[in-house]
């Protein structure tokens, strides 16, 4: 994935392009410490475009239990696949964080400016995992 | 995707869903990733709940199991802890006999002793406590028709009092029960009210009515009340209230109530606040031979 902290004070998510193999519970675990990197103890708010894929009970587990990571998340889905894997995540932090399903990036990004922190990151800084 | 595989993929996914109705969790679907493809995405959905539920069946066994072993651990515990409380309570008896054909003796020894024949008595009930509610969960419980009314007189007489004053609202129901359940979680019940009620005349009520397949029994009293924030705790073992001058509680009775009710279908729950009172609801489904 690539995380990418963003002027605007947003952490944005995206699938590495051309990159289609099946995800396990390693590359779960290298996406949480490229975020713990680039937050550097920081809880922004996150803008993810969850990508079509399956992933796995052991990581659904992983995902649920980890402390959150984000001051709100915008979870962006365009296809069922993506609506599935989007209302895992919604179900999985109930209590946590506010998290929302959006079709819409524009709306996504209204509703995440909510949650931003009044600390504004000097540079854009991108941070990839395999 | 064609028309035979659409059919082929909707098998397989009712046929998982038949597995799950049978609560059999072990299959899968081999899911394909076509975003725009609604039954991949359902067979991945079902996946996922499968998954998850196979999961909660083997977390709530190995629960259910860890709940036995301590059950167990807490009865086998006891029992054998019973014997040498038995030799103390003997020995502090034994004791106090000498020191009182004694002539030197002091009040402060005296009073010493009387706290340690105090601390032993606690114990055993404790410990005769932690018995009782261990083996609950693994009696069965044979019902037969038992005269509500009948029983509640009997109790209420075992605990007559000048200071206590227990109304039974009549009539009460026959009911299909176990007799014994019934009279341990009223026994229980009124005991904890007048415990607790520190007034001149403590008054306890006892009410029934039926409704929506249950009957449901209330205890009110006119004691010092609950806060609410100690309603959700109170029912768990070995928790008691704050205590008050004169108040000594095991923390257990209100625990094997809860147990007892709740082993044979019905709830219990608490409505109280502080210089009101308490009144615990509980019920018992309705059922009939056969």
Not at chain 1, 71 to 93: C, D, E, H, P, W
Request: hydrophobic share 40%.
């Amino acid at each position: 994935m690539i995380f990418s902290l963003k002027e605007d004070g947003i952490m944005e998510i995206h699938k590495i392009p051309g990159w289609n193999d099946t995800p396990t519970l390693a590359h779960a675990q290298k996406d949480m410490e490229c975020i713990s990197v680039l937050s550097e103890g920081k809880m922004y708010p996150h803008l993810c475009y969850l990508p079509d894929v399956v992933i796995s009970r052991e990581m659904r587990e992983f995902y649920a239990s980890h402390e959150p990571v984000s001051a709100a998340t915008a979870l962006i889905v365009k296809s069922s696949f993506q609506r599935i894997l989007g209302n895992f995540f919604l179900g999985m932090n109930k209590v946590k964080v506010p998290v929302k399903l959006f079709g819409d990036e524009t709306e996504a990004r209204q509703w995440l400016s909510k949650y931003k922190t009044d600390v504004v990151s000097p540079r854009p800084l991108s941070v990839f995992a395999e | 995707m064609t028309q035979s595989l659409e059919n082929k993929r909707l098998e397989e996914i009712l046929e998982m869903i038949t597995a799950m109705a049978a609560l059999d969790f072990s299959k899968r679907i081999d899911v394909k990733v076509h975003p725009d493809d609604p039954l991949e995405a359902i067979a991945y959905g079902v996946n996922m709940l499968s998954e998850e539920l196979q999961n909660n069946v083997i977390e709530r066994r190995r629960l259910s199991d860890i709940n036995r072993h301590l059950e167990d651990f807490a009865y086998t515990t006891s029992h054998d802890l019973k014997s040498p409380l038995h030799a103390v309570q003997g020995l502090v008896t034994i004791l106090k006999n000498e020191l009182e054909e004694s002539e030197e003796v002091s009040p402060e020894i005296s009073r010493l002793l009387e706290m340690i024949s105090a601390s032993v008595l606690k114990m055993r009930e404790m410990i005769d406590g932690i018995l009782e509610y261990s083996r609950l969960d693994t009696q069965s419980y044979p019902v037969s028709w038992m005269d509500a009314e009948k029983e509640l007189k009997e109790i209420i007489e075992l605990h007559a009092k000048q200071n206590v004053k227990i109304i039974l609202d009549t009539p009460m129901p026959a009911l299909w029960f176990n007799r014994i359940v019934f009279i341990q979680i009223m026994d229980n019940l009124i005991n904890n009210s007048m415990k607790y009620c520190k007034k001149n005349l403590c008054e306890i009520h006892i009410a029934h009515h039926s409704e929506g397949g249950e009957h449901s029994f209330s205890v009110s009293d006119n004691g010092p009340g609950i806060d609410p924030v100690f309603h959700a705790k109170i029912f768990e073992l070995f928790v008691s209230l704050p205590h008050q001058e004169g108040m000594e509680s095991t923390g257990i009775g209100l625990a094997t109530v809860k147990k007892l009710v709740e082993s044979t279908g019905g709830k219990i729950r608490l409505e109280s606040a502080p210089g009101k009172g308490a009144t615990f609801y509980f019920t018992i489904p309705v059922s009939l031979p056969g």
